[in-house]
C-alpha cells in the first residue's frame, strides 16, 4: 500500500472518531506530556490543531503559564516553516494553510528547542512518523543533532500502522498516545 494511500486511511479513521472522544483522548495525552515535562525551564515546540489532529489547547494553557518557553510554526514557503513564539493565546492569528500561527517575531531555531512535539498521520513500532506529505518537519530537523531537540509524537492508538519510511524520514524519540509513552 502506498504512503497516500495508508495516509488517507489514517486521517479518515482519525476523522470517524466522535468529537468528544478525541478530545478526551487529547486531554489524556496533555497529561501524560504535563507529567513528563522537566522541572527546570525549556523551549518547548508545539503546533496548533489541525482538522481532527490530537488537540493540544490545554497543554499550551498550561506551558503559557508556566516558565516554559512554547513555540510554534510560521509556515514560510511550501516547503519550509520557523518557529515563533507564543505568551499568551490573544497572539494567535491565521496562518498559511489555514494554519493558526504567532504574531510574535521573535522565532528559535530547530536546534534550540529541548521538545518539538510534532503531530502525525500515523506512525509505527519503531517511532517513524507518517505525515502530511509536505515534510516540513524532516526538512527541519535534517540538521540537527539527534535529540536536540527531542522528538515528540501525540497520537491516537487507532493511527499506528505498518510502513517503511523513507530514508529522509525523521524518527520520533517518543511516541505519546492516550495510553502512555512509547518509547524508542
Known amino acids: 500500500m502506498s504512503k497516500d494511500t495508508l495516509r488517507a486511511q489514517l486521517i479518515e479513521t482519525r476523522n ?6 478525541r478530545e478526551q483522548l487529547s486531554n489524556s495525552i496533555t497529561n ?3 507529567k513528563a515535562l522537566p522541572s527546570q525551564a525549556i523551549n518547548i515546540g ?6 481532527s489532529e490530537v ?15 512554547l513555540y510554534i510554526p510560521r509556515i514560510l514557503s511550501k516547503t519550509t516553516m520557523e518557529m515563533a513564539a507564543l505568551d499568551h493565546e490573544e497572539q494567535l492569528t491565521d496562518g498559511r494553510f489555514g494554519i ?3 504574531t510574535q517575531t521573535e522565532t528559535i531555531e530547530f536546534g534550540a528547542l529541548e521538545w518539538l512535539i510534532m503531530p502525525c498521520s500515523g506512525f ?3 517511532g517513524y512518523r507518517l505525515g502530511m506529505g509536505g515534510g516540513f ?5 535534517e540538521h540537527c ?3 536536540a531537540p527531542l522528538r515528540i509524537g501525540v497520537a491516537f492508538t487507532s493511527q499506528q500502522a505498518v510502513f517503511e519510511p523513507d530514508p529522509w524520514d525523521q524518527p520520533f524519540d517518543w511516541i505519546v498516545t492516550e495510553a502512555g509513552f512509547i518509547r524508542r
Not at 489547547?57 to 516558565?67: F, G, M
Open 145 to 147: 543533532k539527534q535529540k
Open 137 to 141: 518537519y524532516d526538512r527541519a530537523l
Open 124 to 126: 509505527d513500532q519503531r
Open 55 to 69: 488537540d493540544l489547547k490545554s497543554l499550551h494553557t498550561n506551558l503559557l503559564n508556566s516558565k516554559h518557553r
Open 100 to 102: 493558526q500561527t504567532s
Open 16 to 21: 470517524n472518531l466522535p468529537a468528544k472522544t
Open 32 to 34: 501524560h506530556l504535563l
Open 46 to 51: 508545539s503546533y496548533m490543531a489541525v482538522g
